[in-house]
């Protein structure tokens, strides 16, 4: 992900609150850095779906225990 | 001005006054590919607070459940959101799948909303589950206009 990009979301998202700006400060440490569109795309997709499924693992593990 | 609120600010201004790319524009699909991944994030951190509020004995299991139960669908249908921005072009047909999928999350919150529990504060968060949920559907009316965008012709 592009400086640019970093800069001009978080921008966009500090009036959405505390915990997007906080969230989506963490993906992007865990998203690599690149001039490239595609690349930022394939990273983005897969941080995404990362977050999904880590997501429906907890809360399936959760609802079955209580 | 609330302490939770002074990082974000800070590192907002910081990084918004000292990064500059010297060449580029992004993207309106970067753009909207890294909206959608901070909303998948965002409603993942949601599911963690409800388990942690649990934990704390801020939150009954009772009152827990229709927000995990919530979490957990909407990362199911957001999935089905990721694979359609995944593609390489952005039709009318899938902005209207969006769309729909967005608006069944909106309506599924809502529902949760009346579980009476969105008042607890998220320990994750440090503002309420009514408050995380307004996020995200802000963020959801975000990455539907970046969508938007990206059919426009700029894709």
């Given at each position: 992900m592009?400086p640019?990009?970093?800069?001009?979301?978080?921008?966009?998202?500090?009036?959405l609150?505390?915990l997007?700006?906080?969230e989506?400060?963490?993906?992007?440490?865990i998203?690599?850095?690149?001039?490239d569109?595609?690349a930022n795309?394939?990273?983005?997709?897969?941080?995404?779906d990362?977050?999904?499924?880590?997501?429906i693992?907890?809360?399936?593990a959760w609802l079955?225990?209580? | 001005?609330?302490k939770?609120?002074?990082?974000?600010l800070?590192?907002t201004?910081?990084?918004v006054?000292?990064i500059?790319?010297?060449?580029?524009?992004?993207?309106?699909k970067?753009?909207?590919?890294?909206?959608?991944?901070a909303?998948?994030?965002?409603?993942d951190?949601?599911?963690q607070?409800?388990?942690?509020?649990?934990?704390?004995g801020?939150?009954?299991?009772?009152?827990?459940?229709?927000i995990?139960?919530f979490?957990?669908?909407?990362?199911?249908?957001?999935?089905q959101i990721?694979a359609?921005?995944?593609?390489?072009?952005v039709?009318?047909?899938?902005?209207d799948?969006?769309?729909?999928?967005?608006?069944?999350?909106?309506?599924?919150?809502?529902?949760?909303?009346?579980?009476?529990?969105?008042g607890v504060?998220?320990p994750?968060?440090q503002?309420?589950?009514?408050?995380?949920l307004?996020n995200i559907y802000?963020?959801?009316?975000?990455?539907?206009?970046t969508i938007?965008e990206?059919?426009?012709?700029t894709?």
């Amino acid at each position: 992900m592009n400086p640019q990009l970093i800069s001009e979301i978080v921008g966009l998202i500090a009036g959405l609150g505390p915990l997007v700006v906080k969230e989506f400060l963490a993906l992007k440490s865990i998203m690599s850095l690149s001039s490239d569109e595609k690349a930022n795309i394939a990273a983005a997709i897969l941080a995404s779906d990362k977050a999904d499924d880590e997501t429906i693992a907890h809360a399936q593990a959760w609802l079955a225990a209580n | 001005m609330k302490k939770e609120l002074l990082l974000p600010l800070v590192l907002t201004l910081a990084t918004v006054g000292c990064i500059h790319r010297a060449s580029g524009t992004v993207t309106p699909k970067e753009r909207a590919t890294t909206y959608n991944a901070a909303f998948a994030q965002a409603n993942d951190a949601i599911e963690q607070g409800a388990e942690l509020a649990v934990t704390t004995g801020v939150l009954t299991s009772a009152n827990a459940k229709p927000i995990i139960a919530f979490t957990e669908h909407v990362a199911e249908l957001h999935k089905q959101i990721t694979a359609i921005l995944g593609q390489s072009v952005v039709t009318q047909a899938n902005i209207d799948s969006i769309a729909a999928l967005l608006d069944k999350i909106k309506a599924e919150g809502d529902a949760a909303i009346a579980s009476g529990a969105l008042g607890v504060k998220n320990p994750r968060s440090q503002q309420t589950f009514k408050m995380d949920l307004d996020n995200i559907y802000s963020l959801a009316d975000t990455v539907l206009a970046t969508i938007k965008e990206v059919k426009a012709g700029t894709q």
